[in-house]
């Protein structure tokens, strides 16, 4: 008798035969005595065919249109899960996001959920009813329709879990859970049984699009336990929770990211408080900046080199031109052609030679290493594009073919 | 500085191009200085669409979730059309039903609007924006999304006229207004300037399927003057008002059924009540009878004839044919091969010989007259589906091609 929430995406629900597949999902789950809550993203190509509508007529529109627009899709797919659930023959009703209580800030299209309102919810509940949430979405204190950005389906499953104090809330995906790599391109990669909230914070930040960040942010923040699993297969999945009692593996996975550029500022002034400025202009344009490297003041000048994401490359580069015209200096210029490749494990903190191991590997393929970055739990490494595949397939038989 | 309600169906917004043509003449109202409420029906196909995606789910599904899907179009048009205003410089906002204010019944698939809060339009009027409404749909006292059947975006634009206090409201159509005939079947019809609300109804009801029915019935309890017109030529369109200071025309419009099945109850006994009964047993499942013949009784029994729309035709056949097994009679038959063709005028009244002249009209087309019904305003006939188009034509030419 426990509360689950369930929250499938977009290709779960594609078409009518995956509708049906979810209901019977679902149906199971309630028939074992469960109550359950289930979160839906709008059907697979729904989202796409909307926007293309939209940039037929105006590609500039507003944020709040575009949020109205969107907030159709999952409108669409909640009342088809639950006609495939009345099908089976069970009770249910389906909520859109103001109906379920979903509350968010006024930051159209990247909304930020405030408070989920659970009354309703509850009472459905009590009516022994399945509840079909539509994910994403939420509405601001305007009344007017939010949606929560991309992955944002996650982030309302989570929390419509922390709200109700759900016993589990499963992450039904297309994969079977989390790997030690990207089971398409590493052949020995391993379903992991369990990883703790920052591990996998960090693989979802690095790139391996299981989980949305803020969900796990929020999953760890509220303690809700997270099971990501398949929605095409019975197999169980891969459980996410607090670290305590975990048996620290030495390194959990091994993620890629090519959403990358490489930005170089050559011959800047060797002076104090050069860094800070040169940070501040980027954070003042809320550009995000992860590896840094700084080069050691030679002939009174210094390098500067930075990743960003590729999509502010170009405004980046803007901004230190803009910036070295100021407090002088040589050169930008911008690569596109790199990935940065990560390693994390929460059992790195305790053991030395981890970073030595995964270096070991690169050589070994003969990889160059760009730039290096280090946290508690996880190593990153810049690399070349080209060799990206070929370094996560090294470093992760390095780590997991060993044994 | 008037405030204008505007009402525009599907196919006025059936894709981008069509979408910006409506944005155009909105825009074209507000630029004169008036206030504007546009409310609008899903786009061309959309309805049909998502009903398929149900029927391959579940062709049984509930009608609450029904309404929650198929509301989903509308929510897909305002924004889109809000986007399409936005793109032409002006300010503009999209409301959904509920955020409109539209409170209905419970009756999903086909609510009736109880009230409508305007607070949120009106303070959005006050800030100059057009507001952009999705029509056909509101909640209910539950806060669950309901529809308002057929025809309901018509009713959803009076409705707001009526709320709001508006000048006048402007159902776009695609004919220029409403004709003496269908144009497309009858070469001289000529389109009426003026028409009062019931001549309107009487029109609506037989089948001219130019306003909804409910829209009329409310513009004239609100006393709201309509103006039927085309989204694709700039004509002026026909009003429809109160009939008090208008010159009345002795016939306003000639129209065609199809939707009609006769059905007869042969032998059942002549004896007082028996009628009563009759149709008390078709009141009892909300079938509407039309028109009613009885012949006169001959050695104890008499015939029953009436007509109902096509789809209540074969539980009228069951129910009869119960009710004969109790009250003893003959047999039932039906036919669904007959069509009914109506002269509506308000200027009927005051003027005898209308009648005489229709049936005229019909003798000189050898068309046989198989039941007759008339109103203080109207007379219908029913006669074979066959001689339906040549009826109308015979008829409309005896009285606007004679003048």
Chains 1, 2 share one sequence.
């Not at 104090?165 to 992991?192: F, S």
């Not at 197999?235 to 959403?259: F, Q, R, Y």
């Not at 980027?282 to 990743?307: E, H, M, P, W, Y």
């Amino acid at each position: 008798m426990s509360l689950i929430v369930q929250k499938f995406g977009g290709s779960s629900v594609a078409n009518a035969e995956r509708v049906m597949n979810v209901a019977r999902i679902v149906t199971d789950t309630y028939k074992k005595g469960n109550s359950v809550v289930v979160v839906v993203s709008a059907q697979g190509d729904t989202t796409d065919d909307l926007i293309e509508k939209a940039n037929e007529i105006n590609p500039n529109a507003s944020k709040r249109e575009k949020d109205m627009l969107l907030a159709a899709g999952e409108q669409i797919s909640i009342s088809l899960l639950a006609m495939a659930i009345e099908k089976l023959g069970y009770p249910v009703v389906s909520l859109l996001g103001w109906q379920a209580g979903f509350q968010t800030s006024s930051a159209y299209t990247s909304a930020r959920i405030k408070r989920v309102n659970t009354d309703r919810i509850m009472k459905e509940l009590d009516k022994k009813n399945i509840v079909v949430v539509a994910g994403f979405q939420g509405i601001n204190r305007y009344n007017d329709v939010t949606t929560l950005g991309r992955g944002g389906s996650d982030t309302s499953a989570v929390a419509i879990a922390a709200a109700t104090n759900a016993d589990l809330c499963q992450i039904y995906t297309d994969v079977e859970g989390v790997y030690t790599a990207d089971p398409r391109k590493v052949k020995n990669a391993r379903k992991l049984d369990i990883i703790s909230y920052d591990e996998m914070l960090e693989l979802a930040t690095l790139g391996a699009q299981v989980l949305n960040n803020r969900s796990v942010e929020m999953a760890k923040k509220y303690n809700i336990e997270l099971e990501v699993l398949s929605s095409m297969t019975n197999a169980p999945g891969t459980i996410v929770k607090e670290a305590v009692k975990m048996e620290k593996m030495l390194v959990s996975g091994v993620a890629k990211d090519t959403n990358v550029a490489r930005i170089s500022v050559i011959g800047v002034p060797d002076v104090p408080g050069l860094a800070f400025k040169l940070f501040s202009k980027l954070a003042s344009k809320k550009i995000n900046v992860d590896i840094i490297l700084q080069s050691i003041g030679r002939d009174g000048t210094k390098d500067i080199l930075f990743t960003v994401a590729k999509e502010n490359g170009k405004e980046a580069v803007k901004l230190m031109e803009d910036f070295i015209d100021v407090v002088g200096g040589k050169e930008v210029n911008i690569s596109e052609n790199v990935a940065k490749i990560s390693i994390v494990g929460a059992g790195m903190e305790s053991h030395s030679g981890v970073a030595t191991k995964m270096f070991e590997a690169l050589y070994d393929a003969q990889i160059n290493i760009q730039m290096i970055s280090t946290s508690e739990i996880k190593i990153s490494v810049l690399i070349d594009a080209y060799d990206a595949d070929n370094a996560v397939s090294a470093i992760h038989s390095k780590f997991f073919d060993e044994n």
